[in-house]
């Protein structure tokens, strides 16, 4: 199983990122996936969860109405649209499968919103 995060980088406040996940060595349209994001010296917390068909979403508060998580089953990959980033949302976001017992995490990507 291989899970590799892209797209965070430097955003000024207010503006837009879409980060992707891409996965390997499962049966991507069989699993519900999940974004996840640690912020300097806090806890991990769940930002968004998407069902394998992608029928059902769910976020954390703080985020409800700015981000958007979607997924592409054929290309094996979901993403995490973020719109109107403010500088809480700075944090190294991964996403994660969990398979039975097994949770399985992407190495993260970085996300900075500072002007």
């Known amino acids: 199983v291989q899970l590799v995060e892209s797209g965070g980088g430097l955003v000024q406040p207010g503006g837009s990122l879409r980060l992707s996940c891409a996965t390997s060595?499962?049966?991507?349209?069989?699993?519900?996936m999940s974004w996840f994001r640690q912020a300097p010296g806090k806890e991990r917390e769940l930002v968004a969860v998407?069902?394998?068909?992608?029928?059902?979403?769910n976020y954390v508060d703080s985020v409800k109405g700015r981000f958007t998580i979607s997924r592409d089953n054929a290309k094996n990959t979901v993403y995490l649209q973020m719109n109107s980033l403010k500088p809480e949302d700075t944090a190294v976001y991964y996403c994660?499968?969990?398979?039975?017992?097994?949770?399985?995490w992407g190495q993260g990507t970085s996300v900075t919103v500072s002007s």
């Open positions: 060595g499962f049966t991507f349209s069989s699993y519900a």
């Open positions: 998407i069902t394998n068909i992608g029928d059902k979403t």
């Open positions: 994660r499968t969990v398979h039975s017992v097994y949770r399985y």
